[in-house]
């Protein structure tokens, strides 16, 4: 399933709601509906994708973001 959605969000191009990628893999049964957003926010916990203030999800380097981590120093620097 992880495969299908990062598939799917890479020939999209530009982030999708979640009903657009339900709709794009032909999902139609509960079950799999629930493991698919289930997999949506586990990728988005590992930073595979964003979700945006909208509720669309789409791949970081897609939405000219960058993967990592911040880490910033609270003294006081002369900068």
Known sequence: ???KILEYLIK???PQY???IIEGLGLTDVSEIKKLLAVLR??????EVYV???GKYG???QMNMVRG???????????
């Open 1 to 3: 399933m992880r495969e």
């Open 12 to 14: 999209a191009n530009a």
């Open 69 to 79: 981590r911040f880490r910033g120093i609270r003294k006081d620097l002369p900068f």
């Open 18 to 20: 979640p009903d657009k």
């Open 59 to 61: 791949l970081p380097e």
């Open 42 to 47: 586990d990728l988005e916990k590992e930073g």
């Open 52 to 54: 945006t203030k909208a």
